[in-house]
């Protein structure tokens, strides 16, 4: 009882708060448009150069959160076993507490420059 007294006042108290009510073009009749552009309805110049530059902006942000390092525990924990079980499968003698994934990465690369 008490709920439907309350939903009531809510429906009654309905105000637009200095507007006039909702003026879009769906409360109108007019089929709602791409963007919300009217057909026939030109640009504004700044409205060009928002566009291009929300674009570019929200692409480097694509390409740059792409390109962060992985650095999760779990996979720097994976290639170190891998590296691990590759040198015991050649033969070559394994200490514990030392890294084996940057000096397999040292010797790729000096490899490559010589």
Do not use: C
């Amino acid at each position: 009882m008490l709920l439907a007294l309350a939903r009531r006042a809510v429906v009654r108290q309905r105000r637009n708060f200095g507007g006039h009510g909702h003026e879009d073009a769906a409360h109108h009749g007019a089929a709602p448009t791409f963007l919300n552009l009217a057909p026939g309805r030109a640009r504004e110049g700044w409205e060009w150069a928002s566009l291009v530059t929300f674009s570019l902006s929200g692409l480097l942000t694509v390409v740059f959160l792409w390109s962060v390092p992985d650095t999760n525990p779990a996979t720097a924990a994976r290639a170190e076993a891998l590296e691990r079980k590759r040198r015991r499968e050649a033969g070559e003698e394994i200490e514990g507490g030392r890294s084996y994934v940057n000096e397999a990465i040292r010797e790729r690369y000096s490899a490559k420059a010589a």
